[in-house]
C-alpha cells in the first residue's frame, strides 16, 4: 500500500524540541523530494522544509519563519523523512503533514503539534 | 515569494450546480499549478495537478484550467460529498498555497 504515516507529534512548551517522523511505504522512496507542509488550527497550509533526492543533492530548502531552527533530513535505508524542530514557538502550533508532489502518493494524516506553555 | 491568491473565500452552491473557483498567482507559474479537496479532520487530497489533468481517481466533473498567473477549477455539478474547502498550490518555485474556498450547501 502507497502510504506516509506521520509521527512524533505532542504538547510542548515554548523553546522545546520535537523530532518528527514519517514513514513511507509503497512507493520509491529515495527517489521522491520529501516536502513538511503545516497547517495551523482553522488555517492554510504552509510549506516549511524540503529535501530533494540524493541523486539530486540531498540538498535542503526551508520557509522563512523556520530557517535556522527546524532541519529536514532522510534515511532512505529506511524509507523515514525526519523533522527536527528547535526553538518552538507558539506560533509553530500546526498539524504537521508530510508529502510528495505525486499522483499516486497520498498525503498521511498528519501529526499535531502544540507549542504552549 | 509567489502569493497565491483564491477567490471567493466561501462560495454557496446547491446541489446539482456548477461551481467556479479562481487563484491567481502574483508571478508566472506557468502550468505548475494544483488543486487540493480537504475535509474536517482529513489531509489535503490531490484533485488536478499541472493545471488541468486529474489526477488518478478523480470524477470527470472536476476540471482545471489557466496557465501563468489565472487559473479556474469548475465542479460541473456538485455532489455531495463535493462540499469541502478547495487549496491551489504552485509550484513552480518553492510552493506556495492560496488561502483556501470554502464550498458549501446553498
Known amino acids: 500500500e502507497v502510504q506516509l504515516v506521520e509521527s512524533g507529534g505532542g504538547l510542548v512548551k515554548p523553546g522545546g524540541s520535537l523530532r518528527l517522523s514519517c514513514a513511507a511505504s509503497g512507493f520509491t522512496f529515495s527517489n521522491a523530494w520529501m516536502t513538511w507542509v503545516r497547517q495551523a488550527p482553522g488555517k492554510g497550509l504552509e510549506c516549511v522544509g524540503r529535501i530533494k533526492s540524493r541523486t539530486d543533492g540531498e540538498t535542503t530548502d526551508y520557509a522563512a519563519p523556520v530557517r535556522g531552527r527546524f532541519t529536514v533530513s532522510r534515511d532512505d535505508s529506511k524509507n523515514i523523512l525526519f523533522l527536527q524542530m528547535n526553538s518552538l514557538k507558539v506560533e509553530d502550533t500546526a498539524v504537521y503533514y508530510c508529502?510528495?508532489?505525486?499522483?499516486?502518493?497520498?498525503w498521511g494524516q498528519g501529526t499535531l503539534v502544540t507549542v504552549s506553555s | 515569494e509567489i502569493v497565491m491568491t483564491q477567490s471567493p473565500a466561501t462560495l454557496s452552491v446547491s446541489p446539482g450546480e456548477r461551481a467556479t473557483l479562481s487563484c491567481r498567482a502574483s508571478q508566472s507559474v506557468r502550468s505548475n499549478l494544483a488543486w487540493y479537496q480537504q475535509k474536517p479532520g482529513q489531509p489535503p487530497r490531490l484533485l488536478i495537478y499541472?493545471?488541468?489533468a486529474r489526477a488518478t481517481g478523480i470524477p470527470g466533473r472536476f476540471s482545471g484550467s489557466g496557465s501563468g498567473t489565472e487559473f479556474t477549477l469548475t465542479i460541473s455539478s456538485l455532489q455531495s460529498e463535493d462540499f469541502a474547502v478547495y487549496h491551489c498550490q504552485q509550484y513552480e518555485n518553492w510552493w506556495t498555497f492560496g488561502q483556501g474556498t470554502t464550498v458549501e450547501i446553498k
Open positions: 508529502t510528495t508532489l505525486s499522483t499516486i502518493v497520498p
Open positions: 499541472g493545471a488541468s
